[in-house]
């Protein structure tokens, strides 16, 4: 597949193909046709979106005639967190509308559920990049929050392949559950429908704390659901939920959960 060219395919409303995306180093293949973006990403082999601004082309020689003049390093917004290579920046929608929508756009062809994209105003962007050259900051996920929504403190979340099984679904969940109890809310939950990789990233989180909220409890015959909840700040629905896929649960018996705890 040349780096130079996507050609336009004709016969592209039989073409079942999903384009593949070529950013900084990396190239990967994407997951869902959707009718959200724009017509044309779903008529070529490859779209190119530039690392640090997320402007996208499907011509390789535009994509690298923007590279050389793009002056952006970093998403534009206020940097929340960093470790070592790894920083978060919370980007305001009704700020940096454009930014926002590419953020939206992208996140359609890899979650088939509904995104927002014209009305990015609403919401907040945590945008996850990793640092790998000094002081320029490659885009390689996010989460978004719904404004005045106190309850639900994830409306969507990505990690872009390359940058998967490295733990920064679990870090973007732990960041948002942060930013609740730092507002004063003391449970959250993200909304669904949940993807199959989100699902499979909330239950590795879930279950992480919820064992280590057990272990401190060892010698105690009963302990609530609710206060699960309180120590952990993971909703009370989820937690249930999240304990029936281990088996834990044993029983229901007068509106009370029995856990079992040999495992």
């Given at each position: 597949m040349s780096n130079d060219t996507s050609k336009i395919n004709n016969t592209s409303t039989?073409?079942?193909?999903?384009p593949?995306?070529?950013?900084?180093?990396?190239?990967?293949?994407?997951?869902?046709?959707?009718t959200l973006c724009p017509k044309e990403w779903l008529q070529v082999e490859k779209i190119y979106v530039c690392e640090y601004c997320l402007k996208t082309t499907i011509q390789g020689t535009s994509a690298r005639r923007h590279h050389t003049k793009c002056t952006q390093t970093r998403p534009p917004g206020c940097l929340i967190y960093t470790q070592k290579d790894v920083s978060v920046f919370e980007v305001c929608g009704w700020k940096a509308k454009t930014y926002c929508e590419d953020l939206c756009l992208i996140a359609t062809l890899f979650i088939e559920s509904k995104i927002e994209i014209k009305n990015v105003?609403?919401?907040?962007?945590?945008?996850?990049?990793?640092?790998?050259?000094d002081n320029?900051?490659?885009?390689?996920?996010?989460?978004?929050?719904?404004?005045y929504q106190e309850r639900l403190n994830v409306s969507c979340l990505l990690i872009l392949p390359p940058y998967r099984n490295r733990g920064?679904?679990?870090l973007m969940v732990h960041i948002s559950y942060?930013?609740?109890?730092?507002?004063?809310?003391?449970?959250?939950?993200?909304?669904?429908?949940?993807?199959t990789q989100g699902l499979l990233c909330y239950r590795k989180y879930w279950k992480s704390k919820i064992f280590d909220y057990l272990l401190t409890k060892t010698n105690?015959?009963?302990?609530?659901?609710n206060d699960i909840s309180k120590?952990?700040?993971?909703?009370?629905?989820?937690?249930?939920?999240?304990?029936?896929?281990?088996?834990?649960?044993r029983m229901l018996e007068k509106d009370k959960l029995i856990i079992y705890r040999s495992q």
């Open positions: 039989t073409n079942k193909a999903r593949w995306i070529q950013t900084g180093r990396y190239e990967f293949e994407t997951v869902c046709r959707s105003h609403r919401f907040r962007f945590y945008v996850l990049t990793v640092c790998h050259n320029q900051y490659e885009f390689a996920g996010f989460f978004s929050k719904l404004q920064f679904g679990s942060a930013l609740s109890r730092l507002a004063n809310i003391h449970t959250g939950t993200p909304e669904r429908p949940l993807s105690e015959e009963q302990i609530a659901i120590a952990t700040s993971i909703f009370t629905c989820d937690i249930i939920e999240t304990l029936a896929s281990l088996n834990m649960i």
